[in-house]
């Protein structure tokens, strides 16, 4: 008999998480895996651990960070609402210069309430539930205004 | 701390976990810790493992179950009940499966 002598950990980057990321959330629990890509540059970096947590029966608003299920591509992805209408949301990569398209409620699989670097928590303060970061995305802005803000602060850290 | 396994007595799946066959494997998340964590606490099984997961099913003493998988796999029902047994232990530590009443 070919018995597996243990149990092995295993996740690929195109592991499709979708179905079990929902029957955990339904469960009441938050799910934690790791983001993989540059679209949430610069608060989520490609290998961050992020948590998602349920929805609980509130519905999510512009600005929130939310896991949602891009059933096309059989994955699921890590973006911000950028405008709630009524039964659909627009989706939109904070980094990405377009918007990824309206998706249904049923789409929308849960909250990002945490995200972890290199062992630990980054503290991004209200930046996963801003709708003004929602506003600034929708035109590209607030990529262009952190890479400002970056160069503005390096030439600082340097004269320092 | 090792659990101590008892032929007679029925095993069956904890409702602390989501489990999920992907491209042909069995997918554990065990939710104890109160997350479902693919980080640390993921577990696949592979089709044998599978076998014995979809066996041990909460219906029928372990005893039973090692002597139709030793029937179906024409093995030795003790190597099998050393292999079931390894399995069940670690399962039974991580709380992915539970003695029933």
Redesign the interface.
Same mark, same amino acid.
């Given at each position: 008999?070919? *018995?597996?002598?243990?149990? @092995?950990? $295993?996740?690929g980057d195109n592991?499709?998480?979708a179905? *079990?990321?929902r $029957?955990? *959330?339904e469960?009441g @629990? $938050?799910? @934690?895996?790791?983001a993989r890509g540059t679209s949430m540059l610069p608060l989520i970096r490609d290998g961050d651990?992020v948590?998602v947590t349920p929805l609980s029966g509130g519905e999510p608003r512009t600005g929130d960070v939310v896991a949602f299920a891009d059933l096309g591509a059989d994955r699921v992805r890590i973006h911000r609402i950028v405008k709630a209408g009524s039964g659909a949301y627009l989706l939109k990569g904070d980094h990405d210069p377009g918007a990824d398209g309206l998706f249904s409620p049923e789409a929308i699989l849960g909250l990002v309430a945490r995200v972890e670097r290199g062992g630990r928590t980054v503290r991004l303060g209200p930046a996963l539930r801003s709708p003004v970061i929602a506003r600034l995305s929708r035109s590209f802005l607030f990529t262009r205004l952190y890479r400002r803000a970056r160069r503005a602060f390096g030439r600082r850290e340097g004269s320092a | 701390m090792e659990e101590k396994i008892d032929l007679s007595r029925v095993y069956g799946p904890s409702d602390d976990v989501v489990v999920r066959e992907i491209e042909g494997e069995i997918v554990i998340v065990p939710l104890t810790s109160g997350i479902g964590d693919l980080e640390d606490e993921l577990f696949t099984l592979n089709e044998t493992g599978r076998d014995i997961w979809s066996r041990i099913d909460g219906s029928r003493p372990l005893g039973a179950v090692i002597e139709d998988l030793a029937k179906d796999y024409d093995a030795p029902d003790g190597l099998v009940r050393r292999d079931v047994v390894g399995i069940l232990q670690e399962l039974l530590e991580r709380r992915m499966i539970v003695e029933r009443d």
């Open positions: 008999m070919d *018995l597996p002598s243990r149990p @092995r950990p $295993a996740l592991y499709p998480v179905g *079990l990321m $029957a955990v *959330l469960k @629990r $938050a799910f @934690r895996f790791e651990v948590t | -």
